[in-house]
């Protein structure tokens, strides 16, 4: 078992055993050589690598076909130990996010990705590694989006046995929540990360990738609200941020029930059954 692993166990485990304390010592793990190593190479192994920022650095910087084994390998070795100089010297400064538009399944919309330098994941990726044993322990067992080991098809599935003709659930409602990750104000989401994270080093790295700004076409635009969808780091905050929201009447052997489906439904994207044109029971978030 690697060190990494060791230490998110024992993250995991603190949170869980105290659901209200503060983890304070945390950055210097971000600077460790074989957390960046690990994150490196989960950015490098994800299909998007071949996708570069604004700084042009993709996959193909770290396997050029043109330079032999050695010059490949020089070149990331020099990758890592940079980023470590520059996190362990807190002068690491995120770059504007690179504006992309890509085809809306299903429409004839687009919607905008915001595509961070390979640098840039590499140090959100370092982040979830960092937060994301402590976030787990907090999140709502029916909330499945964006989590480790689980889909979509989690949501699904209990519908398959509420579903039937002895249950009386005939109905099913999946929603979403306009422009989410556009409209998320970066004081909040910061305020709910606070809530577990009291390192100040790590929340000033998280503000900083948040006023990083967004570069569309040659302009530099500021990111006063909303995280870019498309970087490492954006899904996990925002299920932090959904995850506060409550729906009354939840408890720890029943799912959480739509008392208030028309105010809560219109913040949360949900799975829920109903009978008799009545909304009476919520599953989990698509």
């Not at 910087?61 to 470590?84: A, W």
């Not at 979403?176 to 577990?196: G, S, Y």
Request: charge should be positive; hydrophobic fraction near 35%; include cysteine.
């Amino acid at each position: 078992m690697s060190d990494i692993i060791k230490t998110q166990q024992g993250l995991a485990r603190k949170a869980e055993v105290n659901r209200t304390h503060h983890f304070e010592d945390l950055y210097h793990l971000l600077c460790k050589r074989e957390w960046i190593e690990e994150a490196l190479q989960h950015v490098l192994d994800n299909d998007g690598a071949g996708t570069a920022g604004v700084d042009g650095v993709s996959w193909k910087s770290f396997n050029d076909v043109d330079k032999n084994d050695f010059e490949n390998e020089k070149f990331r070795q020099h990758f890592i130990e940079t980023l470590q100089e520059e996190l362990r010297r807190h002068t690491f400064k995120p770059m504007p996010v690179r504006r992309v538009e890509i085809p809306k399944p299903g429409t004839n919309k687009k919607r905008g990705l915001g595509i961070p330098t390979l640098k840039d994941r590499t140090v959100q990726t370092l982040l979830k590694m960092l937060m994301e044993p402590i976030w787990e322990t907090d999140f709502l067992y029916v909330s499945n989006g964006f989590r480790p080991g689980r889909c979509t098809m989690d949501c699904i599935q209990p519908l398959y046995s509420l579903c039937n003709t002895t249950t009386g659930y005939r109905w099913v409602i999946e929603g979403d929540i306009k422009a989410c990750f556009d409209r998320i104000p970066h004081d909040k989401l910061v305020a709910e990360v606070a809530r577990r994270i009291a390192d100040p080093h790590v929340l000033r790295l998280i503000r900083s990738f948040l006023k990083s700004g967004i570069m569309d076409h040659g302009k530099l635009a500021p990111s006063e609200e909303g995280t870019p969808q498309g970087g490492i780091a954006t899904p996990p905050t925002m299920l932090l941020k959904r995850s506060r929201f409550r729906v009354s009447g939840s408890d720890s052997t029943h799912p959480p029930l739509c008392r208030r489906c028309e105010r809560d439904f219109k913040g949360l994207p949900c799975v829920a059954m109903g009978t008799m044109g009545k909304a009476t029971s919520w599953r989990g978030f698509v």
